[in-house]
């Protein structure tokens, strides 16, 4: 069940955590102004590269997953619009949106994280919330997704729909929001953190010729998409 | 090294003292044992000791306690941390980075230690841990075993001079612990002072120069270490109640599968252990029998059900499967509404709490139970079902010997009076005492014994 | 050495507050965005957003605290989308001013519950006026009626949620896991 081979870090996985949520917040940001199948096939064929030169790979089923949800929502958009060329726009920039600033969240580790945030004037128990949301929101869906199955063998000993939502899985959860504060803050004052104290930092972030060569070729995609938008074709 | 004197603490909102009076004395380099059964104020004592309470629990505190001669009084608790190192159960919850070396070098950073120090410091606690190899690995992909050695490094990275661990043996399996107990061992000789907070007598008394066994909160003369419990009787078995035919299982992105053709059946009477390693696949195999999780190949019957052809409820009617983590499975408000809600007979709520320990508790949220109470009372909602089966998943976390002798007892009844079951665990102890049969699961297959 | 404002345990209690909103988003509006009805999202979120956030308040009390826990929210959201990022801001921005100056902070019972409606209610203009800036053609057919009826469920929702996140309080307090003022 455990892996023995570390997935090697790859060029994007180095990246400064600012280059890529600059280049995916832009991203986002463009594909909401534009309405060309064409214009967003050019943002997102620049992150689908992205995220193969990241080596972030789907299952076939998670692939499938996404794909269904797209053609339902292009779907519904064209039953309300009767436009193909609309409905496809539409599908495709919620591709970008999937694609674009998540790839922030799969390639950066919560480490680089808190030394980006903690070059920015945002208070050290900030950045650190979001180290721990970041680190622990797996752990959580985790935990939701046991409840789930627990709720499940329950049957109908637990009650309606209503009462096994808010039994079966919102009480669990509000409990286990306070059981982890209680364990992490312990954890973290264990280790030495307080949110006003200066911190010292093992590997120092800097941006390298990597993120002029990525915010380039981000900047030239972004580029090519708008003028296929305003200009081309 | 440490000296607690007159400590007496109540926690907040309860009548009665978690601690009474407690006053010992321990040596620097000693290994220490903390033992008692639960409740008994194990815990409490540690989150003292590292100044946890009072500064983030509240509560009545009385006496004093001396660390490296220092009154520890008014410290916070990093500038506790500073002197003693405390490492926790959950190691899940203790880990904030990505990378082994980066996890090292986390608590290093909170306490300013300079950046060009670091490395040979991050080094040489891998070393003293066994664990040079682990310096690049990604925690994620470590095992119970290899993670816990990682936050002892990363203890070890800062100095102190005090160590201190709470059921460090809790989540590792044979091979895993009998390393730990090793690693602690070498350490104390190296002049570390440690305390271990454990229910394991048995496998720590040998190793520890002294053992202090508390019980409601007092230290007592420790009684002898269990050794084995009363094994369960033989009854005549009879039709099958659960059955695997040539099941293979793999997770979605692998390619191995985690086992292939695994063909066993579980008759009514009958008591089957699972054995195996962390990761060999106990819990899914449970999963699989509950239709939680569906097989590549191979057929699934529980309880005269084919699994994949009914529903997960229609199986639980019949079948009970009592987690790991008993936190998922208590949703009511009440003890005696946990037992009452699903039992078939209206005795039910007190002859499950006399039988497993828990009477006087009928009022109180489970949530505010111990872990080990917790899990009793979650097999005690699955006895008062009368399921045909119950799988249980590691019954000995959390619990002290006497509890264990219980549960034992109380599933021998089950077992008399016409039930099967299939128990996970690492437990050597409850293994001998429940195992009409034994399988262990092993490098994708299994043997039966 | 001065007292910071938050200790880590808020910080942490904020951050996981801002995980259980995020793992019940990730359960539910994969069902209701695809459907595109203005305010149906927000309200079923609503319903659980309301519950967690009743509870964080509770815990926290301080004047800020929900401003704490939506500004980590939002931050997190900005992974997401920028258009999400911008009214759960907003949301909350506009909710902790409110309170801010009526009530001072969270004691009690009113503030929390009326906090947590506020935010709610308050998200979904922002998400409209910021969804109508970047994809006019979306809404520009749909009757100004619809946006009423849709902030009517919103409040309705929400309210029920942080009546049950009332309630779960008083249950985490029976069970030891949180202090209630008396």
Excluded at chain 1, 41 to 63: D, E
Excluded at chain 1, 168 to 182: E, K, Q, R
Excluded at chain 2, 144 to 151: D, I, K, L, S
Excluded at chain 2, 286 to 312: F, Q
């Amino acid at each position: 069940m455990f892996l023995h081979q570390d997935t090697p870090a790859t060029i994007i996985h180095r990246l400064h955590p600012f280059t890529k949520m600059a280049v995916g917040t832009v991203f986002s940001g463009l594909a909401l102004c534009l309405y060309r199948p064409l214009a967003l096939a050019v943002l997102l064929g620049f992150m689908l590269v992205v995220l193969a030169v990241a080596r972030v790979r789907l299952s076939p089923r998670q692939w499938f997953s996404i794909g269904l949800f797209l053609s339902v929502i292009s779907t519904l958009n064209f039953l309300a619009s009767h436009d193909t060329c609309h409905a496809t726009a539409y599908a495709m920039r919620f591709a970008v949106f999937l694609t674009a600033v998540p790839i922030l969240a799969l390639t950066t580790d919560p480490r680089q994280m808190t030394q980006a945030l903690s070059q920015t004037p945002l208070p050290g128990g900030l950045a650190m919330a979001l180290i721990l949301v970041w680190r622990f929101f797996p752990l959580m869906a985790e935990e939701a997704r046991q409840m789930r199955q627990a709720a499940l063998l329950r049957g109908s000993a637990a009650g309606g729909v209503a009462m096994r939502i808010y039994r079966g899985m919102l009480v669990p959860l509000a409990f286990c929001v306070i059981d982890y504060t209680d364990r992490i803050t312990l954890a973290l004052e264990l280790r030495g953190f307080t949110p006003a104290q200066r911190r010292t930092c093992h590997r120092p972030l800097k941006a390298g010729a990597a993120d002029v060569v990525f915010s380039a070729a981000a900047l030239l995609a972004a580029i090519v998409s708008a003028w296929v938008q305003w200009e081309g074709f | 090294m440490i000296r607690v004197c007159g400590l007496s603490f109540r926690y907040a909102n309860q009548s009665s003292n978690a601690l009474r009076h407690v006053e010992f004395d321990i040596r620097a380099g000693e290994m220490v044992l903390v033992s008692g059964p639960t409740g008994c104020g194990k815990s409490t004592l540690g989150l003292i000791l590292c100044r946890a309470i009072p500064t983030l629990i509240p509560g009545d505190l009385a006496g004093r306690v001396w660390v490296n001669d220092k009154s520890i009084e008014g410290l916070s608790v990093r500038e506790m941390a500073r002197e003693l190192g405390f490492l926790l159960q959950n190691v899940e919850h203790q880990t904030f980075t990505e990378r082994v070396s980066d996890e090292i070098a986390f608590g290093l950073e909170n306490f300013c230690v300079p950046p060009e120090h670091m490395a040979t410091r991050i080094e040489e606690s891998l070393r003293l841990v066994q664990g040079s190899h682990l310096l690049n690995r990604r925690l994620a992909t470590l095992s119970a075993g290899e993670r816990q050695r990682v936050m002892l490094a990363a203890l070890l990275a800062l100095n102190q001079r005090v160590l201190v661990l709470d059921e460090p043996l809790a989540y590792l399996d044979l091979e895993a612990q009998e390393r730990f107990v090793t690693l602690m061992d070498r350490l104390s000789k190296k002049g570390k002072t440690i305390l271990i907070f454990e229910h394991r007598r048995d496998a720590l008394q040998a190793f520890a120069q002294r053992e202090i066994y508390l019980t409601d909160g007092c230290i007592r003369p420790e009684p002898c270490v269990w050794s084995q419990f009363k094994k369960v009787r033989d009854y005549k078995a009879k039709s099958t109640v659960l059955a695997f035919e040539d099941v293979s299982f793999a997770w979605g992105n692998h390619k191995d599968p985690l086992f292939a053709d695994i063909s066993f059946e579980v008759k009514q009477h009958e008591s089957v252990v699972l054995l195996g390693e962390n990761g060999s696949g106990k819990t899914t195999l449970m999963h699989l029998a509950m239709g939680l999780a569906k097989p590549c190949r191979g057929r699934i019957i529980t309880c005269d059900h084919e699994v994949g052809r009914v529903s997960v409820s229609q199986i639980s009617r019949k079948a009970a499967y009592v987690f790991q983590r008993p936190d998922h499975q208590l949703y009511q408000p009440y003890v005696q509404d946990e037992i009452r809600s699903g039992s078939v007979d209206g005795d039910a709520v007190h002859r499950e709490l006399a039988a497993l320990g828990l009477e006087g508790l009928e009022k109180r949220h489970p949530r505010s139970l111990s872990m080990g109470q917790k899990r009793r009372l979650t097999l005690a909602a699955a006895l008062a079902r009368q399921p045909k089966l119950i799988l249980l998943d590691e019954p000995s976390v959390g619990q002290d010997d006497a509890s264990l002798a219980m549960i034992i007892r109380r599933l021998d009844d089950f077992l008399r009076d016409g039930g099967t079951l299939l128990t996970a665990t690492h437990d050597f102890r409850v293994a001998m005492a429940l195992a009409h049969r034994t399988i262990e699961l092993k490098s994708g297959g299994m043997e039966q014994r | 050495m001065r007292l910071a404002y938050w200790t880590t345990r808020d910080y942490v209690f904020a951050a996981m507050t801002s995980v259980a909103l995020l793992v019940v988003a990730s359960i539910v509006i994969p069902f209701t965005l695809p459907l595109s009805i203005p305010g149906l999202a927000n309200a079923v979120n609503g319903l659980f957003g309301s519950f967690f956030l009743v509870i964080g308040l509770i815990r926290l009390r301080k004047p800020g605290s929900l401003l704490l826990i939506t500004g980590i929210y939002s931050l997190i959201c900005l992974s997401v989308s920028l258009v999400v990022f911008g009214f759960v801001l907003i949301g909350g921005v506009f909710s902790e001013l409110i309170c801010s100056l009526v009530f001072r902070g969270y004691r009690g019972r009113l503030a929390p519950a009326l906090g947590a409606v506020l935010y709610e209610m308050g998200m979904f203009p922002a998400a409209m006026v910021l969804s109508f800036f970047f994809m006019p053609e979306r809404y520009k057919d749909i009757a100004p009626w619809i946006f009423v009826v849709a902030e009517l469920a919103i409040f309705t929702t929400s309210s029920i949620g942080a009546l049950a996140g009332l309630k779960v309080a008083n249950e985490l307090s029976r069970a030891g896991k949180l202090a209630l003022e008396s």
